[in-house]
């Protein structure tokens, strides 16, 4: 008994430094938040603060702009984590379970290896391939198949496609790490004992992978919602998300409350939606009968 | 493995103390430069953007030859930076920075800035007026900024495909060029266009509420928002917009590039922008700072920078009366200089939120 306490100790010791980080770049950074959101205006050149307010909040509501704005952005973070997962199964399935245990690494790294260009250049590689004569555009119209001349891009079809991009390889990581635990010995039995290959995914690939999921789900949804370089660039003139909205606030006018307020707002949205998405699956799960 | 932990932890110490050696030297050649040459040697700090014709081979070099002084930049990369570096202990040690239009009142409302005495600016009665008299560098009957340089944000559009003769800015509300316009994504520019094309009579107090119903048709129209370069070379270059807003920068761009642009001066008149001088409150040498302004708006200089590969619009009417016909093209300011530029001034902070809600609002729906 006195030796597992003390390796309790120890380890409690060693989840030091990382609490330490955790505290400083997550914990405390989102207090500053919360309290710059209740603030007037920017904060002085000297650190000075002008006074205090509730009126950040009051003129979120004030008008529609954020509300359009935050229903679109999620319209837009839903559709994008949907394709995304719909893409990601097959793709972490093939790399997971049918590809030789030898070309793991390979196929993965082929994935990650977006990873390594800058997400502008991402952004911009994707326009040089969809744009008016581009390389997309000239085949179709070699093809008779469009105009050439014209384009999706200036559009939300276009935010979706660069962010399904730049989104879909977390999703395929997050669910293949998952996917890759499932011993194959339990989908032989679920094969040998009359399922087809639907019930088994149903029954028995998907409840295992819903970890994997979740995580995939958090890690593409959130971003997405927030986004605001790509719909500058590709969405044309109805391409504003909410993320323009708060960045402007920041960047051109300098209303430092006004911004951390919208975001504060947007935080807690998320939150919300991200909340009812884990009940729905645990509930899934349940009545699955899965794990 | 312990000497090979020394090595290491020597090398490391060894590269901080170069380090430190080396941002101090970097930092402390202000004052070094002042005190190390000949008695009498003056020094002049210049806080401007790199590459930006103060520090060309005719800017700075030759008013050192002129002076028998030294001129030390001071390069900041964006306005906000510039007033943070006086705000940091900029103040008292840096002689004249280059506020744009947008900026002077900020800086003046913050006591970054002293007047100018213009009486000992031998240029000054050449710079054009409508720059000279700009009213935020004039401030109760004091000058606090002297016209350097400038461009406009006017109506740019491709002759090949618009036939039209343009020469308003109704044609980006026309029917005929939906989808085919590319509009600049700043609110000030957006609402002062918008207040010119209703004929509002001051269009830095346009009425919001006609603006944005304009705005809103104006949007429907509307394909790109732009807010760089190359956000209007791309889609220009493909043809899907033909006709917009764009800088004076963007034109010159477009035509380097080989495509055909028209750029013209809308007859309600044309949105500008400038960069001037202002000498900083406390500046060590205020006299040297004077003979720099007016250095930097005599002939000699403003001649180079008109005429330079990045070429600049002068304020100097006597240099301008001197280009020849293909510089005055290169400048977009043939035939003449247009007559009828609002500046683009510093908005206070109620204003500048009303603004942007109202663009926000029309990006939105």
């Given at each position: 008994m006195p030796n597992s306490d003390k390796k309790i100790t120890r380890g409690s010791l060693l989840v030091a430094p990382s609490s330490l980080l955790l505290l400083c770049f997550s914990v405390i950074p989102l207090f500053m938040l919360i309290?710059?959101?209740?603030?007037?205006?920017?904060?002085?050149?000297?650190?000075?603060?002008?006074g205090y307010t509730t009126n950040n909040f009051t003129m979120i509501f004030s008008d529609s702009t954020f509300t359009k704005l935050m229903f679109k952005s999620l319209g837009i973070g839903i559709v994008v984590t949907l394709i995304c997962v719909i893409i990601a199964y097959p793709a972490a399935?093939?790399?997971?379970?049918?590809a030789k245990a030898k070309n793991h690494n390979l196929l993965i790294m082929l994935v990650i290896i977006p990873f390594f260009t800058s997400q502008i250049l991402l952004i911009y590689s994707i326009m040089v391939i969809l744009q008016a004569k581009g390389l997309l555009m000239s085949l179709l119209?070699?093809?008779?198949?469009?105009?050439?001349?014209?384009?999706?891009l200036y559009s939300n079809v276009a935010v979706i496609i660069v962010l399904i991009y730049e989104y879909l390889p977390y999703m395929i990581l997050c669910i293949y790490n998952s996917i890759e635990k499932i011993d194959d010995n339990l989908i032989y039995?679920?094969?040998?004992?009359g399922a087809g290959w639907f019930k088994t995914f149903v029954n028995v690939v998907f409840p295992m992978s819903m970890p994997g999921l979740l995580s995939g789900i958090m890690l593409v949804l959130v971003p997405v919602t927030g986004s605001f370089v790509e719909p500058g660039l590709v969405g044309g003139s109805n391409g504003m998300m909410v993320g323009s909205l708060i960045n402007s606030q920041f960047s051109t006018v300098l209303n430092m409350g006004y911004g951390a307020a919208i975001s504060f707002v947007f935080l807690i949205i998320i939150s919300i939606i991200m909340g009812i998405v884990r009940v729905l699956m645990s509930r899934a799960n349940r009545s699955i009968g899965g794990a | 493995m312990?000497?090979?932990?020394?090595?290491?932890?020597?090398?490391?110490?060894?590269?901080a103390l170069m380090l430190t050696a080396c941002s101090g030297s970097s930092n402390s050649s202000t004052k070094a430069s002042g005190s190390s040459g000949d008695t009498g040697e003056k020094t002049l700090v210049v806080a401007n953007w790199k590459g930006y014709g103060s520090d060309a081979d005719y800017g700075a070099p030759a008013f050192e030859k002129l002076y028998n002084c030294k001129v030390v930049h001071q390069y900041f990369t964006s306005e906000d930076e510039m007033l943070t570096m006086l705000q940091t202990g900029g103040m008292g040690k840096i002689d004249v920075i280059l506020p744009n239009s947008t900026y002077i009142k900020t800086a003046y409302d913050e006591g970054l800035i002293q007047p100018i005495d213009t009486s000992k600016l031998t240029n000054y009665k050449n710079l054009n007026d409508t720059w000279k008299n700009f009213s935020d560098a004039n401030i109760d009957g004091k000058t606090y900024a002297v016209p350097w340089t400038w461009g406009t944000t006017s109506l740019g559009y491709n002759p090949d495909i618009v036939k039209d003769k343009i020469t308003s800015w109704s044609s980006l509300w026309d029917p005929k060029y939906?989808?085919?316009i590319g509009f600049f994504d700043d609110y000030e520019t957006a609402i002062m266009t918008t207040a010119l094309y209703l004929k509002e009579p001051d269009p830095m107090k346009p009425d919001l509420d006609k603006v944005k119903d304009s705005l809103l048709q104006l949007k429907k129209n509307t394909k790109v928002l732009w807010s760089s370069y190359d956000d209007y070379l791309k889609p220009y270059a493909a043809n899907e917009i033909a006709i917009g807003n764009m800088w004076t920068g963007t034109a010159t761009q477009l035509t380097k590039a080989k495509h055909s642009v028209a750029y013209i001066t809308p007859?309600?008149?044309t949105i500008g922008w400038g960069d001037f001088w202002s000498i900083a409150k406390n500046a060590p040498d205020y006299d040297l700072a004077l003979k720099w302004v007016d250095f930097m708006t005599g002939e000699q200089f403003q001649t180079a920078f008109a005429t330079g590969d990045n070429a600049h619009c002068p304020v100097n009417n006597l240099v301008t009366d001197k280009l020849t016909t293909d510089q005055k093209k290169d400048l977009w300011i043939y035939p003449?200089?247009?007559?009828?530029?609002?500046?683009e001034q510093a908005l206070d902070t109620q204003t500048r939120q009303a603004w942007l809600n109202v663009w926000n609002t029309i990006k939105a729906s």
């Open positions: 309290f710059f959101s209740f603030i007037n205006g920017n904060i002085g050149p000297d650190g000075s603060i002008a399935w093939g790399i997971a379970k049918i119209g070699f093809l008779k198949l469009a105009d050439p001349a014209t384009s999706i039995a679920s094969h040998s004992l | 312990k000497k090979s932990a020394t090595i290491l932890l020597a090398l490391t110490t060894a590269a939906a989808g085919k007859d309600e008149g003449s200089t247009p007559s009828k530029i609002y500046i």
